[in-house]
């Protein structure tokens, strides 16, 4: 007896099967759960930046007048946007996060079933749901590559859902999405290239001719465009426009210069441990998903759009070569629908014996992954603090404390007076609700070996002597600064003079491996830190003080 070889699926298949979709719900609710749980997670020093940043424009500020840095304004609109419906605190912009999570595994499965199946669409779904909630991916904080994630790939929602060539009209509505991606973070122009290889693509494929291809790619680059163009002259007419060019063209050219390739090599092997450490059952299916792809009866079509998709996804994350966690966020779709493909080749196998079982076999794939890593992590998603999530993290770096010390910054000032942090704090700027006296929120450009270090070390001290502010906070942590041997001093020099001139220690953070001790005003008197790592408040001092150095 011969035995009969199952059919292939195709894209768009209609077999349906009720279990992959229970798994995608309880994939959700374990999202839903996990995220409204930890919503009060300490933001972190990013967060703290687009907050901040968030913040000024609720308040009217335009960017890149009290927030300096080198990405795209988009992220910061996005948090305003999350902030005005959600409220300014670190929940607020959580439970943002929370809507934003959901969004983008509704778009992993369209595109799954558009260009796998339905069946596969759910379950790269149900993936991407658990990958982007993981801890050491940083998926718990609201990172821009989540925000880069939604439009981008909604962009390619809407050129796949064209069932040939997309149209104009269709390439201009995913061209703004592509933009929008661009304006969260300068490396989504990756997905954008894409796009338009995609656009020539499927127009070679459905026989357009070569004009109409070029005017379909023109309407793609014309929506593009669009939401830079707008951005360019609303900070024109807020008159940053210079101060916008200068930190994200002329200065952002030099960061992306600052890693040599050995330190490189070294920083993705260090992440490459820390993203997989609680996720590798779910890297390992999608290993096997790559081979079982290019090996197996999907369609060529399928073929080229993952295989775009995933080059794309890669060179997002290359820019600069600083391998960050939370970085490889947007690989994680890629990630999702090759495990997705895993499952549903083993169901395949299982169905040539069993028929009916290949929905079973596909489902216990995925859920076993999903499991291995919810048991793996079952402290951090259901019983640890907040609080503890992030120290586990960040270690000793300062975001558990920054709530405590901005509260108190925020009972001694009033909303006119002036704080400056010196090191790279901006969520204690954000949590105090109260303005800068400098734009230069973040110290490692000071710090870097690149050609404006020395200028912008000069240009903070003259901004904050300008300013007079009624605190300093002083960061004594090695992560807050990313001293190198070759990083100009001046501004410590300058620090140490002003500080003793003008201010009083009114305020001292000691942070400990296991607990932390804060002393203010009359409490600090006497007191001697334990620990290396230290935040110092200071307060301006009555009467006149002049500038410290020439």
């Not at 379950?123 to 982007?132: I, R």
């Amino acid at each position: 007896m011969t035995r009969r070889k199952a059919a292939p699926i195709s894209p768009g298949s209609t077999r349906t099967s009720v279990v992959p979709w229970v798994l995608l719900a309880l994939v959700i609710v374990l999202v839903v759960t996990v995220r409204v749980r930890l919503s009060d997670v300490p933001l972190e020093r990013d967060e703290g930046e687009y907050a901040y940043a968030g913040q000024l424009i609720l308040n009217g500020v335009a960017p890149y007048t009290l927030a300096y840095n080198m990405k795209f304004p988009g992220t910061y609109y996005a948090y305003a946007g999350i902030m005005a419906v959600f409220g300014e605190t670190a929940r607020g912009i959580h439970l943002g996060l929370l809507l934003v999570h959901l969004a983008t595994a509704v778009l992993v499965f369209l595109l799954g079933r558009r260009w796998l199946d339905p069946l596969t669409g759910a379950m790269a779904a149900a993936l991407f749901a658990a990958l982007a909630l993981d801890r050491w991916t940083m998926g718990i904080f609201a990172h821009a590559t989540h925000f880069v994630l939604l439009p981008a790939l909604g962009g390619f929602v809407v050129l796949s859902a064209a069932t040939g060539a997309p149209g104009r009209w269709r390439c201009v509505g995913a061209g703004v999405l592509f933009g929008l991606a661009v304006l969260m973070k300068q490396p989504a122009a990756t997905y954008g290239l894409l796009a338009v290889l995609f656009v020539a693509w499927r127009c070679s494929q459905g026989h357009v001719a070569g004009g109409e291809m070029w005017r379909r790619i023109a309407a793609l680059a014309a929506g593009g465009t669009a939401p830079l163009l707008v951005i360019v002259l609303v900070l024109w007419a807020q008159g940053v426009l210079g101060r916008f060019w200068f930190w994200t063209f002329d200065y952002a050219s030099q960061y992306a210069t600052t890693v040599p390739l050995n330190e490189a090599v070294l920083w993705f092997q260090i992440t490459w441990e820390q993203i997989t450490k609680a996720t590798g059952s779910m890297w390992l299916l999608a290993a096997a998903g790559a081979v079982a792809f290019w090996a197996g009866r999907w369609s060529g079509e399928a073929k080229v759009f993952l295989g775009m998709l995933a080059l794309a996804s890669a060179a997002a994350i290359l820019p600069g070569l600083n391998f960050r966690q939370h970085y490889f966020i947007l690989f994680l779709p890629v990630v999702a629908l090759l495990g997705a493909v895993a499952s549903t080749a083993v169901g395949r196998i299982a169905a040539r014996v069993v028929p009916a079982a290949a929905p079973i076999a596909s489902l216990a794939v995925t859920a076993g992954a999903i499991a291995t890593y919810v048991s793996g992590e079952s402290d951090y998603l259901f019983r640890m603090a907040p609080q503890a999530i992030s120290r586990s993290i960040y270690q000793a770096n300062p975001f558990v404390e920054a709530p405590e010390i901005a509260r108190y910054l925020g009972e001694n000032t009033t909303p006119n007076d002036r704080i400056a942090v010196f090191g790279s704090e901006p969520e204690i700027y954000f949590h105090a609700d109260r303005m800068s006296a400098t734009g230069y929120i973040y110290t490692y450009p000071l710090m870097e070996p690149q050609a404006y270090a020395a200028r912008m070390q000069d240009e903070m001290i003259s901004e904050v002597e300008r300013a007079e502010p009624k605190y300093l906070v002083r960061v004594l942590i090695d992560a807050s600064w990313a001293t190198r041997p070759t990083s100009h001093r001046r501004i410590f020099d300058w620090l140490d003079r002003y500080a003793e001139r003008c201010y009083e220690v009114t305020g001292v953070v000691d942070i400990g491996e296991r607990s932390t001790t804060i002393r203010w005003d009359e409490d600090v008197v006497g007191y001697r830190p334990q620990n290396s790592t230290l935040v110092v408040i200071y307060r301006r001092v009555t009467g006149p003080c002049s500038a410290v150095l020439p």
